[in-house]
């Protein structure tokens, strides 16, 4: 079946720091994959999607690119900011599946 | 923007009463989901919806489950006899086309089962 693998967390950063959440992946067919991100009381919103190889999914600085060779989609972003405070989820949507499935997530703390 | 909203935000429950669960869709969409966040796990599909029927449905749900759209607007996600363990977080999806189209999340239903 389809699954995701999302680094541990929880990980604490200071501003401006450089970021990396790694995530893996395994699926039958051709994935879409995506970033989501939960902010303290909130819902998932998305943050980028990639819906093939060696795309590039960008958003509010963060990004990610869908590696087929290495089945992964990891994010990253060059200097946080504390309101990038949050959980990750990375998904994927295969459509032999036709739901989302989601890793574990990743919570981040950035302190000033 | 148009955005997914959930009602209630937080619902505490004893075992084995009934709860409902409610969604309002963005409104031109025509895909609807469910999924829960049991507290520190994995965020898990429950049942998707299309044209008045279930899509598809995972193995957590269960025929203590039922969803329906009582008319063109809300979404419900009904627990005919709440146990401990759907003690969780329940999210609202919608997408308009179905399929790889991303999908919209609403805030969420924080469950509590005594």
């Known amino acids: 079946g389809n699954s995701v693998t999302q680094m541990e967390g929880p990980v604490t950063l200071s501003e401006e720091a450089f970021l990396t959440i790694n995530c893996t992946y395994t699926a039958t067919g051709y994935p879409s994959l995506f970033w989501y991100v939960q902010y303290p009381g909130e819902g998932l919103q998305l943050l980028l999607k990639?819906?093939?190889?060696?795309d590039k999914g960008s958003n509010k600085g963060f990004e990610a690119t869908y590696r087929k060779e290495t089945t992964s989609f990891h994010l990253e972003k060059g200097s946080v900011q504390v309101s990038d405070s949050a959980v990750y989820f990375c998904a994927l949507y295969a459509g032999s599946a036709r739901q989302l499935t989601f890793g574990s997530g990743t919570q981040l703390t950035v302190l000033p | 923007e148009p955005e997914v909203t959930q009602t209630p935000s937080h619902q505490v429950t004893q075992m084995g009463q009934e709860v409902i669960l409610r969604c309002v869709p963005i409104?031109?969409?025509?895909?609807f989901y469910w999924y829960r966040q049991i507290l520190g796990q994995k965020v898990e599909f429950l049942v998707s919806f299309y044209n008045n029927e279930i899509s598809e449905k995972s193995e957590i749900f269960d025929d203590q489950f039922s969803v329906e759209r009582p008319d063109g607007s809300n979404f419900t996600l009904k627990i005919r006899s709440t146990k401990l363990e759907d003690s969780a977080m329940y999210f609202c999806?919608?997408?308009?086309?179905?399929?790889?189209?991303?999908?919209?999340f609403g805030p969420g239903t924080r469950l509590l089962v005594l």
């Open positions: 990639a819906t093939k190889a060696d």
């Open positions: 409104s031109n969409h025509l895909y």
């Open positions: 999806a919608s997408t308009r086309t179905g399929g790889y189209e991303t999908q919209y």
